[in-house]
């Protein structure tokens, strides 16, 4: 069952102790496959937690990131070594790049409700809330100065 899972998709080792424990597979049946597992390298939380972080890194913060890497079950330290190598150029790039459709989708709002909406997109996705401020004020000037350069007649 534990090898199914792992065909599936990468597991940390609580996620396949949740599963086994929902099939009734005694504990310490359990606790034995797994420490197997991972003497022969089939389950590594370190190894999953960096997996993890790499291919989210690009649509979530470290915030949201690291509470995801909770709930799966991965220690806080684990976590915290993985989170460690997402740099903050790409956490704000990533930032960026989300910004990109409410920003435009928002035009013609009210400028208080525009930030606060923008600002939310962001804060859902577990951005620092300073990173967030910041990004959404430059990323609201730069499109007040595209639609004034696209509303000036050429001439």
């Known amino acids: ?12 080792r609580a996620q396949l102790a949740q599963k086994m424990a929902a099939k009734d597979v005694p504990e310490q049946v359990a606790q034995d496959v797994l420490d197997r597992f991972e003497e022969v390298g089939l389950v590594d939380d370190r190894s999953f937690a960096q997996t993890w972080v790499h291919s989210r890194q690009g649509h979530r913060g470290r915030r ?6 909770r709930r799966k079950g991965i220690a806080d330290e684990t976590a915290q070594e993985a989170l460690e190598e997402v740099d903050d150029s790409i956490e704000e790039q990533a930032a960026r790049t989300l910004l990109r459709r409410p920003l435009a989708a928002t035009r013609g709002m009210d400028p ?8 939310g997109v962001l804060a859902r996705r577990g951005f620092p809330p300073g990173l967030v401020m910041r990004l959404v004020r430059e990323e609201l000037a730069a499109d007040a100065d595209e639609t004034v350069d696209d509303a000036e007649p050429l001439g």
């Open 1 to 12: 069952m534990a090898l199914r899972q792992l065909t599936m998709a990468p597991r940390s």
């Open 64 to 69: 949201a990131l690291a509470l995801e890497l």
């Open 112 to 119: 208080v409700k525009r930030q606060r909406r923008l600002a």
